[in-house]
């Protein structure tokens, strides 16, 4: 039942959110380390480095928690914030993204992988959302957590830790929205919504939250043809998720796994991540205010 009924919540909180912000944690992440590689001290630094963030910006809040996840057979941590539901806790929506970049030729301590884009930009988005959440003092109904998994790279590891552990404990986890590449505009439309591995009812509800509340974006479908990032995680385990990606397939950032994607070969201005960062805001809010 995907109904859109908090317009005077969201629309408030739409026109606090800064495309500035969005380039500074941008800017953070891909500039402060080398890498963001799995296995590499940059990896775990910019791990320590966002759960302090994110803990920080929760300023004693004592319905948020902030917690590393530490996983089975790397260093990376995945980050998690929670910010608990107020009378319907224990339906769970989670927003995510991948703290880890990658180099395609491979990656040493040394080596450049700013993955400014690919995730930099979507941990960025997340970090705004949980920003304009927290200054507006939101207080959800159901739980909502932001994910920076670790890992993804190098087969999707971190997330699928992450959703094993939660279906194992039987959460429930009403929806997942994916935000793995938001800053660069590589074909027409602003926002493509992919269709494999995600839930089609889930899909139309994020093309409506589009419609209602930024109605000036255009809207497009595509398909990855493989588990192209997280979501895939939680779909394999029965999961609603959607994907909305930055490009179409054809248009797809070719600096990706490279010393190339920095800020600068992506939207410098944040522009583009700005329309997800809203588009998120308006997905966990609208799920989020929903009671038992
Ligand atoms: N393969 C994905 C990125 C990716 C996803 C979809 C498309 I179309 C092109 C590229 C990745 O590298 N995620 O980290
Ligand atoms: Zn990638
Ligand atoms: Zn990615």
């Known amino acids: 039942s995907y109904v859109i009924d908090q317009q ?3 629309n408030p909180m739409l026109s606090q959110m800064q495309a500035s ?3 500074q944690t941008i800017s953070d992440l891909s500039n402060n380390y080398s890498n963001r590689y799995y296995q590499t001290s940059g990896g775990s630094n ?9 803990l920080t910006m929760a300023n004693g809040r004592t319905d948020i928690t902030v917690e ?3 996983h ?3 260093k990376q941590k995945s980050v998690i914030a929670t910010i608990k539901g107020t009378d319907n806790g224990s339906e769970i929506v989670v927003l995510g993204g991948h703290l880890d970049s990658i180099n395609q030729s491979g990656t040493s301590e040394t080596t450049r992988a700013p993955g400014a884009d690919d995730d930099a930009s979507g941990v ?8 304009t959440l927290l200054a507006s003092n939101y207080k959800p109904r159901r739980t909502i957590k932001f994910m920076a998994y670790a890992a993804e790279e190098v087969g999707l590891r971190g997330s699928a830790e992450i959703a094993n552990s939660f279906s194992a404990a039987g959460a429930n986890v009403v929806g997942v929205m994916q935000l793995d590449m938001t800053n660069y505009k590589g074909s027409a439309s602003d926002i493509y919504i992919f269709t494999d591995y995600t839930d089609s009812a889930q899909n139309t509800f994020v093309t409506n939250l589009i419609k209602t509340y930024l109605p000036t974006l255009t809207v497009g479908t595509d398909r990855c043809g493989y588990a192209c990032s997280d979501h895939a995680s939680w779909n394999a385990k029965g999961y609603a ?16 796994h490279t010393a190339n994607d920095t800020l600068a070969n992506s939207d410098s201005t944040g522009a583009h991540s700005l329309k997800f960062a809203r588009m998120g805001l308006a997905y966990a809010v609208e799920l989020g205010s929903d009671g038992p």
Do not use: C, H
């Open 21 to 23: 912000n969005i380039v």
């Open 46 to 54: 910019a791990s320590d480095w966002l759960k302090n963030k994110w």
């Open 8 to 10: 005077t919540v969201v």
């Open 241 to 256: 998720t959607t994907m909305p990606f930055e490009s179409s397939m054809s248009g797809d950032n070719k600096n990706i």
């Open 124 to 131: 960025a988005s997340l970090t705004e959302i949980y920003r």
């Open 72 to 74: 089975s057979g790397w």
């Open 68 to 70: 590393q996840f530490t």
